[in-house]
């Protein structure tokens, strides 16, 4: 498979996820991330597995954590992909589809507010001359010394309180 049609699957499972989720909450991509594979010698194979995130910039409440995770869930299992795991107690889960693609919600953050983080990877892609052949993802968003801001996130009415 090329890195070009695993970064247009990504987009696509994680669209179709994040679609299911209303309130809609924001979000920004990584790039994607194409790591060649090693044999037991530590060779590069001639196949990479491709890596991307897609961070949501929305806030939950720990109550609605549940929900969170309960509408990802159902979307998923609508879909069709088998669950590798479910963890509650530290939040995520894990599905996979038919084609191999791996799903990964996982939430994390202070006891106020948490945030959440989805990941998809797939093996067998191709190996570029790039690590991130289409760039390191949307922009980071800047402080007010106009450095990155990484804890850029935003209040929903439903999803933070």
Known sequence: MEASTARDEFKALLDDTLQAITPSVKW????????????????????ATAKMSRHVLTRFS??????????????WKERGYKVEFVNPNAPSM????SKGYRLTLTVGG???????????????VKVT??????????PVQTNAAGQPDEQFYFDDPFWSH
């Open 110 to 124: 202070g006891d106020e507010r948490k945030v959440a983080s989805f990941d998809v990877s797939v093996d067998n």
């Open 94 to 97: 894990q599905v996979t589809t």
């Open 28 to 47: 920004r991509d990584n790039g994607v991330n194409v790591e060649p594979e090693q044999t037991f010698d530590n060779k590069d194979r001639d196949v």
């Open 129 to 138: 001359d790039e690590r991130y052949p289409f760039g390191y993802g949307d």
């Open 62 to 75: 720990p109550e609605k954590v549940g929900s969170l995770l309960g509408v990802v869930e159902r979307r």
